[in-house]
């Protein structure tokens, strides 16, 4: 949930922090094989960028009053009115969501690490 944040939904500065509990909350509660963490391989950006696409557009396509978790609603949560906008890649993944130099970019600079950590036979 924390690298779908300015992606499918935002984090107010009147929200609490335990929104991305509730999302993640929701997020489990789907049976949707686009929305599992089973179903892709965390190791491997690509895949994780279209997980967190996925979830993102999930969340935008809801209705601001469909309710998520705990009584709160998507609009509640944070849920933006579109999915990031501006530039994309060949899988359709937003650019500041996959460049660790640009807003968000968190999840490139989070796999970078990742992977530095990792034997080069994991890779």
């Known amino acids: ?35 599992s963490l ?27 009053g469909y309710v998520m978790a705990d009584g709160w609603t998507a609009f509640d949560l944070g849920k933006l009115p579109h999915f990031a906008t501006g530039e994309c890649n060949e899988l359709g993944v937003p650019f500041v969501l996959s460049l660790p130099t640009r807003k968000p970019g968190k999840l490139g600079y989070a796999l970078q690490y990742k992977n530095s950590l990792m034997p080069a036979a994991a890779h």
Do not use: C, K
Request: proline residues 2%; glycine residues 4%; aromatic residues 12%.
């Open 38 to 64: 089973a179903t892709h391989d965390l190791t491997d950006f690509t895949s994780y960028l279209t997980l967190v696409r996925a979830i993102s557009h999930a969340i935008v396509s809801l209705p601001d």
């Open 1 to 35: 949930m924390y690298f779908a944040r300015d992606v499918g939904y935002a984090q107010a500065a009147g929200n609490a922090i335990f929104h991305e509990f509730r999302l993640g909350r929701w997020l489990r509660e789907q049976t949707a094989d686009s929305l």
